[in-house]
């Protein structure tokens, strides 16, 4: 069974610039999640997405954004980067849908450098 | 509002030591409390899911247990290549599925 995919694995960018992250889910997996990874920071929520809806967000600026897919498919946008968007930006992938099984497995993150 | 707070922040232990990682927290009501392990430049392992308190599981050298008010990760006999953050996050029963996690614990084994 396919684990989670993410695209690309490695960015540079430069500050205003923007940038499309893609994260390909579990196969039979609705419910995706993306999380920012800082040293400063730790691992913060930045939104859920399930059945092509944002169904949670976290604390971030409205550059962050996302959208999903009718076939689960993610993808987050950060417009107008900035150097502290830098970080490693987490996907993360699971049943959804009130589903007793919980569990969100990650795929291997972006790593976004702003220059 | 949700906390996780893990301790220690780092843990040197020598090949065959045991040791225990605590992982506390507040949620307003318990989903679900999360252990992962994440090596260098890698997206986190899934490892365990505890739903109650009293719930142990365990996976080759981790056992986890869950109460009212935290988590401990047991590592009985760990090796090198138990080397890594453990992150600890707590899910809770809004619906929506995303975790708030604590800040991890370094372990690194001394072979």
């Known amino acids: 069974k396919a684990g989670v995919t993410q695209t690309p694995r490695y960015l540079i960018k430069t500050r205003g610039q923007q940038v499309t992250l893609s994260c390909s889910p579990i196969?039979?997996?609705?419910?995706v999640s993306w999380y920012q990874q800082t040293p400063g920071q730790g691992l913060q929520f930045l939104f859920e997405y399930f059945s092509e809806t944002q169904r949670n967000k976290g604390n971030f600026p409205g550059r962050f954004s996302g959208r999903q897919f009718s076939n689960s498919r993610s993808e987050m946008n950060v417009s107008t980067l900035e150097l502290g968007d830098s970080a490693l930006y987490l996907c993360?992938?699971?049943?959804?849908?009130?589903?007793?099984?919980?569990?969100?497995?990650f795929g291997q993150g972006t790593r976004l450098t702003v220059v | 509002e949700d906390q996780v707070t893990q301790s220690p922040e780092a843990l040197r232990l020598q090949e065959g030591e045991s040791s225990s990682l605590n992982c506390s927290y507040t949620v307003s009501g318990l989903r679900g409390l999360f252990w992962y392990r994440q090596d260098p430049g890698k997206g986190p392992e899934f490892l365990f899911t505890l739903y109650s308190a009293g719930e142990e599981k365990e996976k080759e050298r981790l056992k986890a247990t869950l109460t009212k008010k935290e988590s401990f990760l047991h590592i009985t006999a760990p090796k090198p290549e138990d080397s890594a953050t453990y992150l600890c996050a707590v899910q809770a029963q809004t619906g929506a599925n995303n975790l708030f996690f604590g800040t991890g614990t370094r372990l690194t084994v001394i072979p």
């Open positions: 196969s039979g997996h609705r419910s």
């Open positions: 993360a992938s699971s049943p959804g849908g009130g589903a007793a099984n919980t569990e969100a497995f």
